[in-house]
């Protein structure tokens, strides 16, 4: 025994020394200080071929990594790898591929490498360290790092109420009208599993005659028939609030668990073979709402392998991403979170917030203090959890893209290049405010704004369900709906980057539509554009000046029983262009307190009626205005007694309210002991207790 534990030390002496000569002259950084503040499993290294050693299609050995002492070898891209060496030989033999499984295959040929995971014979973190130094020196590995482990971001508390604010400001409203007679889509959850005998998810998850539910976890591969998710004390149901959402933006969707955590440190290596398992099953769409594996170059290469959709989560740190490499794919969407009023998701301190930066492709909602249900998404959670739950961090935030794109996949074949890039061209621009760091990361210097795109599903979708003509450079043309449009359909003012202009002869002839929004930006309205509508219940024009139209855009309906809804002050106009015969009902575009006291802070909002892009606010008159995130609404201060004249422009078009200001009472108190007064204490008005009506009464005893 002593002579087996003197040779160990000698060849962990051996080892060392011969890492230490390879280095020796050298500016390249060492695994040991590279990886020093990294967590990872001590007993195997990840490895990245080369491709021209990866095209060689070799059976890799223990023996093939003698100089680092390797007892197995996993190949992480065995799914795949076969289908590669074959699409290869095809091609060398016959310059042809093999187009039927080209279609049912996501992956990059020629990009293809090879990703191994080595399990060590003397595990231990020097060994890691020493090992990856050792494999960066051969020509045949592009690169080498550990086997870091996986994080899932946890959810504090959950109730059973929902508040559905944050999801209607930023603008998800009207994808209803698309999501009923729709082709479905496989989306991959790489995640901590899904509870599928959840109700709400039960008939959503995928099903054929082969299973493609899988468990990763500790480095197997095997298939789920009932896949289960993570529940138990101090542990989350990840998975099932991820698949929530993603159900929740597309109920048709067809959802495969791809399980890679299971409550215990789990590592990268897991979500490798989950991403190339994807790609030999042909799944579009991943979402992987995980954080800490930025500086991964074994997931790297696996997504550049992959040729669907990757969509993943931006990280909950409260930093900058651009220092770390990234994934180059054309087909990722790395995704931040927005609060309810559209700011960067702050959640507790800058250091438990969204991650920021160049490389976050886009923005949705990821909720906002952690213990505040009502700032949160409310999603699936596994039964032991009471079924539902609220949900925050950029873990929510990804999965609202993945929904998204999948209903778009849903009605247009578009590959994942295009389909990226359909969703970021209907995107909003939004203002968020980040934190600028010293060098140790220890206390925020300054704070900056920035300018980023936030995830508009209504015109996303738009775009692929609605046939539409550019008129110009600026504007379009909804030519004709989809069939299956129903129920409830907003218009939405732009649609791939350009403002909607006109809806086009017939465009909507014979739909099974409900309930109609307007937006502001439409001009022209065609012939028999809305007719034969016979569903046709509640419309909501909200522009001053209404679109040329005719008697036969909504012939075939009874008008009166439609009810119109128009901003006050405009019912003539409305009636001169012959909209007369509709039940025409009045509102107030800006909502808010129309007497005012001054000095109280009051905000004014736009009804949520009135769809538009460009919303820009004025107010005439002595007052204070108090910035808003939220540009559907503002915060005024009146400094004296007046009228305010407040003016709101939606694409163009203006609505005016008139507010009447009045001097606010001087700080004091009625003095009639007997009934509840009301007094300003510390210049605020607050009820008076009850006093005793045979105590003399004066301010301070109120105040008290």
Not at 441 to 458: K, Q
Request: glycine content about 6%.
């Amino acid at each position: 025994m002593k002579k087996i534990i003197k040779s160990k030390k000698i060849l962990i002496i051996m080892f060392t020394l011969m890492i230490f000569l390879m280095g020796f002259g050298s500016t390249k950084i060492s695994a040991a200080m590279e990886f020093a503040n990294d967590d990872f499993d001590i007993h195997t290294v990840n490895v990245i071929m080369t491709k021209e050693a990866s095209r060689e299609f070799r059976n890799y050995q223990p023996r093939d990594f003698v100089e680092i002492g390797v007892v197995a070898v996993k190949d992480l891209t065995s799914h795949t790898v076969d289908y590669v060496r074959d699409e290869v030989v095809s091609r060398r033999r016959r310059g042809v591929s093999r187009s039927e499984e080209d279609l049912t295959m996501l992956v990059n040929i020629e990009g293809f490498q090879r990703i191994l995971t080595l399990i060590l014979a003397n595990p231990s973190r020097e060994s890691v360290f020493a090992a990856i130094d050792i494999l960066r020196q051969r020509e045949d590995v592009y690169d080498a790092e550990p086997n870091r482990f996986i994080t899932f971001s946890s959810t504090p508390q959950y109730t059973n109420q929902w508040n559905p604010a944050m999801v209607h400001q930023l603008g998800f409203e009207g994808l209803e009208s698309f999501q009923t007679n729709v082709s479905e889509v496989i989306v991959g959850v790489i995640d901590t599993g899904i509870d599928s005998s959840h109700p709400d998810l039960t008939n959503r998850m995928h099903s054929g005659t082969e299973t493609l539910h899988r468990s990763f976890v500790e480095m197997q591969d095997v298939p789920v028939i009932n896949p289960e998710d993570v529940w138990r004390a101090g542990e989350i149901g990840h998975g099932t609030q991820v698949a929530g959402i993603i159900v929740a933006m597309n109920p048709k969707v067809r959802l495969v668990c791809l399980r890679v955590y299971e409550g215990t440190n789990q590592v990268i290596g897991a979500v490798v073979r989950a991403i190339n398992f994807a790609a030999s099953r042909g799944i579009p769409i991943l979402n992987f709402s995980a954080d800490g594996y930025g500086r991964c170059p074994a997931i790297r290469a696996a997504v550049e392998h992959y040729t669907g959709l990757f969509v993943t989560a931006a990280g909950n740190s409260g930093e900058s991403i651009d220092n770390q490499e990234h994934m180059s794919s054309g087909s990722v969407l790395r995704v931040g979170a927005l609060d309810n009023n559209g700011r960067r998701s702050i959640w507790n301190t800058n250091r438990t917030s969204s991650n920021h930066g160049n490389h976050v492709h886009i923005w949705a909602p990821g909720g906002a203090t952690m213990n505040q249900n009502s700032t949160n998404i409310r999603t699936t959670a596994p039964s032991a959890a009471g079924n539902f739950r609220f949900f925050w961090g950029t873990s929510a935030a990804a999965p609202f893209v993945a929904g998204t794109a999948s209903l778009m996949l849903a009605q247009s074949r578009l590959s994942a290049e295009d389909l990226r890039r359909t969703i970021l061209n209907n995107t909003e621009t939004t203002t968020i405010t980040i934190p600028i760091w010293n060098n140790n990361g220890t206390a925020v210097l300054r704070y900056e704004n920035r300018t980023v795109r936030r995830l508009n599903p209504l015109s996303a979708v738009s775009s692929v369900f609605f046939p539409t003509n550019d008129l110009d450079a600026n504007s379009i043309s909804i030519n004709r709906s989809n069939n299956s449009t129903v129920g409830t359909v907003i218009i939405p003012s732009r649609i791939n980057g350009r403002t909607v202009t006109t809806i086009g002869q017939s465009a909507f002839n014979g739909s099974n539509i409900r309930e109609l929004r307007i937006p502001t930006s439409i001009r022209t309205i065609g012939s028999f554009a809305f007719a034969n509508t016979s569903n046709l219940r509640t419309i909501h024009n909200m522009t001053t000046s209404p679109q040329p139209i005719n008697n036969e855009t909504f012939s075939g309906i009874n008008r009166l029983n439609v009810r119109l809804y128009i901003p006050q002050g405009s019912r003539q106009n409305f009636i001169n262009a012959g909209w007369g015969n509709f039940n025409i009902i009045e509102v107030r575009a800006i909502q808010g307190n129309l007497n005012l006291e001054t000095n109280t802070p009051t905000t004014y909002t736009l009804d949520s009626r009135i769809l538009g892009t460009n919303i820009s606010w004025a107010v005439q008159g002595n007052v204070s205005i108090n910035p808003q995130p939220n540009l559907r609404a503002i915060s005024i201060t009146a400094n004296n007694a007046t009228t305010i004249t407040l003016v709101v422009t939606v694409d163009g078009v203006s609505f005016t309210q008139t507010i009447n200001v009045t001097a606010r009472p001087v700080c004091g108190c009625n003095p009639n002991p007997n009934i509840i007064q009301r007094c300003c204490c510390a210049d605020r008005w607050e009820p008076c207790p009850i006093l005793n009506p045979w105590r003399p009464w004066n301010e301070e005893s109120c105040c008290q």
